[in-house]
């Protein structure tokens, strides 16, 4: 008997869920959002380079996890890399690196430098991978969720941090991916959402990934020609419009109950924050400073509650869960 709790511990492993790893995506767009707001709005630069070390901490920490699971449970890991729907926050883990990579680089070159080589190459297989997945197995338009462009539209995140390590053709290369299919999976999400059946409650917090690409394609763009063209208007702009939206749905998230998806809400809020301070950075006026402060406390308030729900479900046993 006296084994037993630590049994039923070791056995939470068998459904401790890859999802984890939007957590780190989270604290990561998070911590960037902080460092550019010492870069252009002056805010203390302690809260961002403090921020880094948690986003470090927390992805060998839920890497840790994730490797004894595998180890002990092989065929629970097998299970959710087959699985239609969580095969796609597999590439949670290389978003995850590739952002830590940005956040590392000042302080860190070389360290910067390992985590986008490494994230690259893993987010490539991921994009290759997936897709072929999707092509060798029907997929329901069920299985349809904004989760869909982490391991696809992804992409436009490598030349994010990938400016001095790579060629700008190479950079292109992963932009022009990443854009080519927000467009096409932006069409398909639409069309599943609108004609077909409700997304389930625990990914309705994942509506907020469709803010990312376009916000994510905006910095990208602007780091890749350091222009405020048309195009970049454009996806500013469209970024916007998501913003939008979602604050006007703010109806259809009050009451949901906690699942670990909720971290979907942070790195989108988080992206939108750092294209408004870019904006702001080369306009100097006063709607994009305005969206910089508020993207950035929404972002900040938003992380907070996430945090104490997650801690408060840890502590009620309700994480790790069969489903």
Not at 201 to 207: C, G, H, M
Not at 308 to 313: A, D, M, P, V
Request: hydrophobic share 60%.
């Amino acid at each position: 008997m006296d084994g037993q709790p630590e049994s039923i511990e070791l056995n939470r492993l068998k459904f401790y869920p890859v999802m984890m790893f939007a957590i780190v995506m989270g604290i990561s767009g998070l911590t960037i959002a902080l460092q550019k707001s010492a870069e252009f709005l002056g805010f203390p630069a302690i809260v961002g380079q403090t921020m880094m070390y948690v986003a470090l901490g927390l992805f060998a920490l839920i890497s840790l996890i994730y490797l004894i699971k595998l180890l002990r449970y092989p065929k629970a890991v097998l299970a959710e890399w087959k699985h239609p729907v969580r095969i796609n926050f597999f590439s949670a883990i290389s978003i995850s690196m590739l952002m830590l990579a940005i956040i590392t680089r000042h302080d860190f070159h070389t360290m910067g430098a390992w985590f986008w080589y490494a994230g690259t190459a893993m987010h490539t297989y991921m994009t290759l991978y997936t897709i072929t997945f999707w092509i060798n197995h029907n997929q329901e338009i069920s299985h349809s969720n904004p989760a869909w462009f982490i391991p696809i539209v992804g992409n436009v995140l490598v030349p994010v941090g990938g400016i001095g390590l790579a060629s700008q053709m190479v950079l292109m290369y992963y932009f022009s991916i990443g854009l080519f299919f927000w467009i096409i999976f932006l069409a398909v999400i639409m069309n599943r959402i609108i004609f077909h059946h409700q997304l389930a409650q625990k990914f309705l917090p994942t509506l907020f990934i469709m803010l990312a690409p376009p916000a994510v394609a905006f910095i990208a763009y602007f780091k890749l020609f350091h222009s405020l063209d048309m195009f970049a208007h454009f996806l500013y702009s469209i970024a916007l419009f998501f913003t939008f939206m979602l604050a006007f749905m703010f109806r259809s998230f009050l009451g949901l109950k906690y699942f670990i998806s909720w971290w979907a809400f942070i790195f989108p809020l988080a992206a939108m924050a750092i294209a408004s301070m870019v904006m702001y950075h080369k306009m100097h006026d006063s709607f994009s400073l305005a969206m910089s402060y508020i993207m950035l406390g929404v972002a900040v308030l938003m992380t907070l509650l996430v945090l104490y729900q997650t801690i408060k479900h840890m502590f009620m046993h309700e994480i790790c869960i069969q489903e």
